[in-house]
């Protein structure tokens, strides 16, 4: 064999049977895998400079070899720039499934990833290719490669989140003091501010961004150097791998480096927390876009009609976006049941995770680069809350509070505008057009001053506690809110530069 020959196989000496044709298509992870074509180029140089500290490279060599694996690396851009060359479209824009089917074509031998990258970098540098593979397996790859996926989605993720939060947090400055009714059990409870509703959507978020940012910072230590299971048998020093790609140190245990995808189990359960809370702000949002509640203009460039229906504005984005929960929540049940059985250390089963992470992946991308916008673009029906805050009784909670005040019992007050609002509803009236003689006949705590007690001012202003609704609480959290979601993209940002 020549030098720059190699098996079609990279594990075929051991064989003389050819494997079965069906089989051979059908456990081949490159129609898929090819998609960590950037983090295995990566990974491979930050390898060819350790075998290089180690020896195994010359100086020469290693520039060669690192020139070589840039030039694999940038076959994604040449596919792109080649389909659209031949589409005959200048605006063209070229899918990354397009761009895979390309690359899968190209290569029909191609196992998985790592051998596609082993055989691209054999056309470029020879056999001096082959020297690459010196004191590494692909049980080690695959555990890097995918770290790196899951780390990039999750820098993706946050950044996406950030912006949203920040769309949330300008829709709750422009309602200003705007006013809408607080549910519990889908029923009418109280009136709160519109800004302090949207703040809520912020609070989840925060915990959304808490939870990648441990996550990831769980799950940023470098497998390289593990080898097949019990470490590499060359002597290398795995600080160099994990220094070039960004790790913050070598993983610990050899075992669990090459088998451990706690890090993909992590990535999918935050997605399918964050899929939970977008879900449920679509259901409030498809909620309140209906004439029944009318609270709520959905914007026609994110909604579609009916092609029977002349009428119909639909919340597609909405209903996708509950939709599009139930994929997270999918693969993250999918993940944890791969894995839940799997003895140490690396199985072919933990192929099955990466189409999970890819589609969660593409998943939270898709949704993120929507949810912004459209929040942006959602106009309030103020008028129409407004008197949905001050109909229903929503002052009672009010009205009890006064009169503990005064000095009754909270259990009796309670007691007393309950049978307020019964008096309310055979009247036909509210509780503010209760006449003050009505009301007296309840109880002798009432006063003239009840009325101003239970106004919808002085019903929101009453919640006058840190997180309460009062108005000025809710323009201090929306002001904290901001200056917090502030220095977390101030830090990340500040992350960045110091990679440039």
Known sequence: MSDTQQPVKMWSGRFREPLDRTFE????????????????VAASAAHARAIAAAGVLTPEELVHMLAGL???????????????????????????????????????????????????????????????HTG???????????????????????????????????????????????????????????AHWLQAYVSMLERDLSRFADARARMNFCPLGSGAIAGATLKLDRTIAAQALGFTAPTANSMDATSDRDFMLDFAQASSTLGVHISRFAEEITLYATNEFAFIELPEAFSTGSSAMPQKKNPDLTELARGKSARLLGASTALSTLVKGLPLAYNKDLQEGQEQIFDIADTLAGLLSVLPNFTRALKFKTANLRIAAETGYLNAMAAATYLSNKGVPFRKAHEIVGNAVRMGLEKGVELNALSLEDLRTLSAAFDADVFDAISLKATLDCHDVTGGTATHQVATALAAARLRISHLASGISSVEDSHD
Not at 186 to 191: C, I, S, Y
């Open 70 to 132: 840039t030039r694999v690396g940038e076959r994604v851009l040449n596919w792109s720039n080649r389909i659209s060359a031949t589409s005959g479209q200048i605006d063209y824009e070229v899918s990354d499934a397009q761009v895979g089917a390309a690359i899968v074509a190209s290569a029909p031998q191609a196992e998985d990833i790592h051998h596609f990258v082993e055989l691209e970098l054999t056309k470029e540098v020879g056999g001096l290719a082959l020297k690459l």
């Open 136 to 194: 590494r397996s692909r049980n080690e790859q695959i555990a890097t490669d995918m770290r790196l996926f899951v780390r990039g989605a999750m820098d993706l993720t946050i950044l996406d989140l950030i912006e949203w939060a920040n769309a949330l947090l300008t829709l709750a400055e422009q309602a200003g003091e705007a006013v809408m009714p607080g549910f519990t059990h889908l029923q009418r409870a109280e009136p709160v501010l519109i």
């Open 25 to 40: 298509q059908w456990q081949r992870s490159f129609p898929f895998d090819w998609r960590l074509l950037a983090q295995e």
